[in-house]
């Protein structure tokens, strides 16, 4: 008995047509960002912020340990999305594809101006230092980065659901 004959009879992950596709694996990807930033900004800030976060004196702490695990995390949805769209442009060659790299490209962009720009600022303007006066006023620029940061959500959500309509509507032929 030759141990080649193992096991063959088996269907291989590489024999068979469910095997995953970047197309399949761009789209899930796409839509966990997306369906988790909704998350956050719909249900899980407004909720803290109901509840008296903004006044609390740790705040600027909880926030920039929140939004550092979750922009660590978009960090590899952009790196994975931007991987995937090269891979597609790269095997199927397509014009509108450049058009995918370009806006995956975009995305990872935002990444990490939300990692490495806004959410440290952010945290450093509501991070309260004097234990001897109380925090009475917001700062007047944390309102403009929460006005940026809610934009660039906005771009976010429509670049990536550019994306998905981009990688639904390109054939799936060759992609494995």
Same mark, same amino acid.
């Given at each position: 008995?030759?141990?080649?004959?193992?096991?063959?009879?088996?269907?291989?992950?590489?024999?068979?047509?469910?095997?995953?596709?970047?197309?399949?694996?761009?789209?899930?990807?796409?839509?966990?960002?997306?369906?988790?930033?909704?998350?956050?900004?719909?249900?899980?800030?407004?909720?803290?912020?109901?509840?008296?976060?903004?006044?609390?004196?740790? %705040?600027? =702490? +909880?926030?920039?340990? /929140?939004?550092?695990?979750?922009?660590? @995390? $978009? &960090? !590899?949805?952009? #790196?994975?999305?931007?991987?995937?769209?090269?891979?597609?442009?790269?095997?199927?060659?397509?014009?509108?594809?450049?058009?995918?790299?370009?806006?995956?490209?975009?995305?990872?962009?935002?990444?990490?101006?939300?990692?490495?720009?806004?959410?440290?600022?952010?945290?450093?303007?509501?991070?309260?230092?004097?234990?001897?006066?109380?925090?009475?006023? %917001?700062? =007047? +620029?944390?309102?403009? /980065?929460?006005?940026?940061?809610?934009? @660039? $959500? &906005? !771009?976010?959500? #429509?670049?990536?659901?550019?994306?998905?309509?981009?990688?639904?509507?390109?054939?799936?032929?060759?992609?494995?």
């Amino acid at each position: 008995m030759s141990f080649n004959h193992i096991g063959s009879s088996a269907p291989s992950l590489y024999d068979s047509p469910q095997r995953l596709t970047w197309q399949t694996i761009l789209s899930v990807i796409l839509l966990v960002w997306l369906s988790s930033s909704l998350l956050l900004d719909a249900l899980i800030m407004p909720t803290l912020y109901a509840a008296g976060m903004m006044t609390s004196p740790g %705040f600027a =702490t +909880a926030g920039y340990s /929140l939004f550092w695990l979750f922009n660590r @995390l $978009e &960090l !590899v949805c952009g #790196a994975v999305v931007l991987t995937g769209a090269l891979a597609m442009g790269q095997q199927l060659a397509l014009p509108k594809l450049r058009w995918g790299i370009a806006l995956a490209t975009g995305l990872l962009a935002i990444a990490l101006f939300y990692t490495y720009g806004l959410t440290p600022t952010m945290s450093a303007l509501g991070l309260h230092l004097n234990l001897f006066e109380s925090l009475e006023i %917001f700062p =007047t +620029a944390m309102n403009t /980065l929460h006005g940026e940061y809610f934009g @660039l $959500e &906005l !771009v976010k959500l #429509a670049i990536a659901g550019t994306l998905l309509w981009l990688y639904s509507s390109t054939p799936q032929k060759g992609l494995n």
